[in-house]
């Protein structure tokens, strides 16, 4: 990391320094949270969580090469030293701060209710094209691994392209204070983390929030698709560039040919140019995703031709839309996270495939009171596509199975064909709808459920853990 030394790191965060004087002219090489992970230099932050307290690692730290470490306790007389702070938590992000203002480098910032993790790594994909990009990795998108991956920004990185999650009021804003974008990129205005937000208005004031802590003379770059995006208007002075498909938007796609589970062909439309390529991961979201790649690579200075090689180049992560094809069957991985808007997303792709289909969804969290109602209306949604086998795992989830039913023209019991007694199932006209209280019911019954040529879509919320059907599948 760009050199930053004991004592600027202790007013950065407004703590006290205690230990040798001349090892606070000493510059750290990295600062971590992970005593796993320090290194000889290494800055170490003692976060006190649900199950270790870091500050009963700080010795283990200091063995393991760590220069100095931040403690919210009294040490005493050490043999090293450390930053004595009120909250470890807050220092993590004054410091993290401190050193982006202390950085030459532009900065996207990326928020909203579904496709943050897909958009920004479109973007992250068209930029590496023409500069040095470093990007959010994992779930690193909040108030403490969005601090972290700022820290991960070295002197040859020219751009920053950082996801922001947030779950209430006023998270945006602190990391926003960090962050300071020089491009805010919101995807969308969706129902997600309603227990806090409440409704989508909630969403839209809280996702907003990354506004005020911008560059004055930077660019928002908004879905003109979205109803509330598309009608809201920033305090700040700015004018936003629209990406999508409405006439109205600056950057939008024309001439879109689905592709199935294979991806999406289109023509991307600028303010001066048209240029067409194909995107290989399957589903419409992807070509917004797209359009906001063209529209923020456009702003940053790249050509038609290096933002086509970005949109050509993306392949898909783990968890997210991720195609796998094995012997028996052909696996939708999008079992990272879940909520209504992305559950719909998911099985619009599933629906594209030319064979029997098999929806696996669990449990979705922080919805709120209306959790029940918005549960129905993905197994409702799933039913109407005429998705063939639709699994629902989890207590919440049942809704989903229940949701589906009501659909249904006729129920009888298809679970009997396959002597399946331990799960609720009704057989329709299209959609055969099962509910099993945990994974292990459901992993139990698979092999009479699935059949060799089938495509499934996993997903659920994180919460669920649903990477263990994606391996079992992957096995079997």
């Not at 993590?92 to 579904?114: F, N, Q």
């Not at 012997?327 to 909520?339: L, P, V, W």
């Amino acid at each position: 990391m760009k050199h930053m030394t004991l004592a600027e790191i202790a007013k950065a965060c407004r703590g006290t320094y205690h230990g040798d004087g001349l090892l606070a002219a000493q510059e750290v090489s990295s600062v971590t949270i992970d005593s796993r992970k320090v290194q000889k230099g290494s800055l170490f932050i003692a976060i006190k969580g649900a199950r270790v307290d870091g500050h009963d690692l700080i010795p283990q730290t200091v063995e393991a090469g760590a220069l100095c470490a931040l403690s919210e306790k009294n040490l005493g007389e050490t043999a090293f030293p450390y930053i004595r702070v009120d909250s470890c938590r807050q220092a993590l992000k004054d410091l993290a701060e401190h050193y982006r203002r202390s950085l030459d480098v532009k900065v996207v910032g990326i928020s909203g209710s579904v496709g943050k993790t897909s958009t920004k790594e479109m973007i992250a994909s068209v930029l590496s094209q023409k500069y040095c990009v470093l990007k959010t990795e994992g779930n690193f998108n909040n108030e403490v691994g969005l601090p972290l991956t700022v820290f991960n920004l070295r002197e040859e990185h020219q751009v920053a392209v950082l996801e922001m999650g947030i779950s209430d009021f006023g998270e945006m804003t602190r990391l926003a204070r960090i962050a300071r974008p020089d491009l805010c990129v919101i995807t969308n205005i969706g129902c997600a983390h309603l227990e806090q937000l409440k409704n989508r208005d909630g969403i839209l004031k809280a996702k907003t929030e990354m506004l005020a802590f911008m560059n004055p003379k930077g660019h928002i770059v908004f879905n003109g698709d979205d109803d509330k995006l598309s009608t809201f208007l920033p305090e700040n002075g700015l004018r936003p560039v629209y990406f999508g498909l409405g006439e109205h938007c600056s950057f939008r796609a024309e001439h879109v040919e689905d592709q199935g589970l294979r991806g999406t062909d289109a023509e991307f439309v600028t303010p001066d140019s048209r240029f067409t390529a194909h995107i290989s991961i399957p589903g419409s979201h992807m070509v917004h995703n797209a359009m906001a790649g063209t529209a923020v690579g456009r702003l940053l200075g790249l050509t038609d031709a290096e933002i086509r090689a970005g949109i050509e180049a993306l392949v898909p992560l783990a968890g997210r839309n991720h195609l796998i094809e094995t012997e028996r069957f052909t696996i939708i991985d999008d079992c990272y996270n879940a909520n209504p808007a992305s559950m719909k997303a998911s099985l619009d792709v599933l629906a594209k495939a030319d064979t029997r289909t098999a929806a696996i969804l669990g449990d979705m969290g922080e919805l709120g009171e209306n959790w029940k109602a918005l549960h129905q209306e993905v197994g409702r949604y799933a039913a109407e596509l005429g998705i063939h086998v639709l699994v629902c795992i989890g207590e919440m989830a049942e809704e989903i199975a229940e949701g589906a039913r009501k659909v249904c023209k006729a129920q009888v019991s298809a679970g009997r064909d396959f002597g399946l007694e331990s799960a609720a199932a009704s057989d329709t006209e299209s959609t055969a709808v099962y509910h099993y209280q945990t994974k292990a019911d459901f992993l139990a019954d698979a092999g009479a459920l699935l059949k060799t040529g089938d495509s499934i879509l996993v997903k659920a919320s994180h919460m669920m853990e649903f990477p263990e059907i994606v391996e079992f599948l992957e096995k079997n």
